[in-house]
């Protein structure tokens, strides 16, 4: 028979599991992409070495990839007190629909910080303080359908932020032509969430018409419904698969991360 103490942290762990299920919010996203679109739940699959996560929502999967080292590189000066590494990780994927179209994913992310450290010069005294100067996020997408190279939709999504630096946030899936750009959302841009932890995502907007959404993280302290899609119903079949695989590169570079807004 457990004791009364274990009882009563048992309870308080089935509560705080309930109250965050009832507290579950999904991204705030247009009022015509939720009564236009096609919500599909994201299945991850497993991740074998070598590879990406078997993503698969809706009619789409993932049923090949190749995921690359990530190679690094860090310098500083003399004591370390100021570093600046890199680090780079590139792969790819075929992600196909329930009539077999697929689409050909080339993907690399790149990172590099600069960033001060303190140090201990004797027992109790410190030089120096902590801080991040600039960290920079560059990743980008190539996507085909069906082997076609005539045209290559490409995903870029940059952001600068530290001491150093104003802060930027660029994102853009684009043929050349088309521009639709990513905004960031959460599940608290109205107020409407008070967790600590919102949920994350963002909305694809072509012409200020909503196209797709993508939420990465379900927000509160198990991030649960976590991964969702929203693709507009009356989308041409092509557009459809190169929005699902702009989202499943970004779930991608999210899913091991530390669930950031990019």
Known sequence: MPSSSLRTSILCFLLIIVNSTQAQKNIIISDSLTANA???NVKMGTQWFGKIWKFRFGDYAVVSSKLGWVTTSTKGNFFNTKTESKSTQKFSFVLINK???S????AANNIAIQSLHEIEIIPHFFWGNDELLQETRNFSAFITINGDTSETWALFMNITRGSNSLGSYDALLTN???KIFLIPTT???NGGDTRALPAL???FIEND???SALQYFGGGAFGLNKNIIWIKKNADEKMKLILAAASTAILQIKVNSNQEQL
Do not use: H, M, P, W
């Open 38 to 40: 096609e919500k599909l």
């Open 99 to 101: 009539v077999n179209d």
């Open 103 to 106: 689409a050909s994913v080339n």
């Open 176 to 178: 050349g032509e088309r």
């Open 187 to 189: 599940s608290s841009k």
């Open 201 to 203: 995502g963002y909305e």
């Open 209 to 211: 018409q909503s196209l």
